[in-house]
């Protein structure tokens, strides 16, 4: 059974919900479990209490549909104001674990991306933009000018490796062992690994 | 790759009909990495190879069978073991990586098979890609224990694996066909090896003199 609103996910603000949004929220579980093909725009009308030409007055196709979804990135902003390691830290593993919390969604776009469907591509690239100019910035504030772009590129190329092995090697248990806290332990380490770089004078 | 010697569209036994197999087989893994397993054809897979859609099935009964028969197929070179002698240098660490990234573009194809047939829900596909991981980890991990306790070991293995499943998953997305030749060229592995040593933090041994 879909249950849209139990699994929005946080996109951070907590204002009313507009008939847009609720669209959105629904598409983007719909899309998550059947995949893009077997998900109709009725389906998505169905699930949000709407009837086709209100969904079709916000998005004109399905296409269209999609294509916001991508273009509403998971908000991940950096929120820590302190700017110490540990907040840096704290705040790179929730990110990590909100992706966790959207898996079927990440597992649609994982899905596209290899396929090479250039509008999910394109969608990648931008979350990296974001996460590195959020994340660098932070560094930034925390250790000086040494290295926090290149220091936020290897932490986004490390934990979409790992998050994507998860996918490819446990399928339908990713999020569960990912939840673990063995796994999480080691997540930890990849961030203070990447952190390190930032920190450390390099030639 | 579409110019074939000859069609062979009967039933020659021996050294033709294991060659068509195999010129079929190598089509299909082309098409399926290229278009996903659903959105290929037997059609398709035959223009690949210059046959007629009679003549694949004369060789597989359906397109899940040319799949099925795609897993048996012995990837080029395996990941080498070798053994763990010396305590691990910087070098040594690049060739192991090197080798990694040669098995890998050797197999593109295959290798972007086995993510789309993995994404997919293909259990089979899965178990062999976990296979050749565990044959890189086991490798990795025998060299870092070289320099490192086990659990520093065990931890900077899934690291550097990490590290280069994240480059060249993204190289695939990227570049599609093209990978194979992108991530031969030394500018991408010398890259990548800085990358794990910025990342890593153990004392490794000096190069022999």
């Keep these: ?53 209100a969904v079709h007055y916000h998005f004109r196709t399905k296409r269209d549909l999609y294509d916001a979804l991508l273009a509403d990135p998971l908000n991940y902003a950096y929120d820590g104001k302190s700017g110490d390691r540990i907040a840096i830290a704290a705040s790179m593993e ?55 772009r290149r220091a936020a590129q290897l932490a986004f190329t490390l934990l979409s490796g790992a998050f994507w092995d998860a996918i490819l090697t446990y399928g339908e248990n990713a999020a569960t062992v990912m939840r673990d806290d063995y796994y999480r332990q080691r997540i930890r380490g990849f961030i203070d690994a990447a952190i390190r770089v930032a920190g450390r004078n390099r030639p | 790759m579409t110019s074939a010697p000859q069609s062979r569209n009967g039933g020659p036994e021996g050294r033709g009909r294991d060659e068509t197999r195999a010129r079929i ?12 397993f659903d959105r290929t054809t037997v059609k398709m897979i035959a223009a690949e190879c210059g046959l007629t859609d009679a003549a694949i099935y004369y060789y597989f009964p359906s397109k899940r069978h040319v799949l099925e028969a795609l897993w048996s197929v012995r990837p080029n070179r395996g990941v080498r073991g070798t053994p763990a002698t010396e305590p691990l240098t910087p070098e040594r660490l690049k060739q192991l990586n090197d080798a990694v990234i040669d ?96 990342l890593l933090d153990v004392s490794f041994a000096s190069p022999a003199v």
Excluded at chain 2, 118 to 125: F, I, M, T, Y
């Design chain 1, 1 to 53: 059974m879909v249950q849209p609103v139990e699994r929005r996910p946080n996109f951070g603000g907590d204002e009313q919900t507009t008939t847009r949004e609720r669209i959105l929220t629904a598409a983007r579980v719909l899309f998550s479990e059947h995949g893009y093909d077997a998900t109709s725009v009725r389906m998505v009308a169905r699930a949000c209490g709407l009837t086709n030409p």
């Design chain 1, 94 to 148: 929730h990110q990590f674990y909100q992706w966790v919390e959207n898996i079927d969604f990440a597992r649609l776009l994982l899905r596209q991306q290899v396929g090479g469907d250039p509008q999910s591509l394109q969608y990648l690239r931008d979350s990296e933009a974001a996460y590195i100019d959020d994340i660098s910035a932070a560094m930034e504030a925390a250790f000086g000018r040494e290295a926090p």
């Design chain 2, 25 to 36: 087989l190598i089509a299909a893994r082309d098409c399926f990495s290229r278009h996903g």
């Design chain 2, 103 to 198: 098995f890998l573009t050797d197999n593109h194809q295959l290798m972007r098979l086995m993510i789309r047939s993995a994404l997919d829900g293909d259990e089979v596909a899965r178990a062999l890609r976990s296979d050749n991981r565990a044959t890189w980890r086991r490798a990795l991990y025998e060299h870092l224990r070289t320099i490192a306790t086990e659990d520093e070991a065990s931890f900077t293995t899934e690291l550097v694996m990490a590290y280069i499943t994240g480059a060249t998953m993204r190289g695939h997305m990227e570049t599609g066909e093209a990978f194979g030749e992108i991530a031969r060229s030394a500018e991408f592995r010398e890259e990548l090896h800085r990358a794990c040593l910025e």
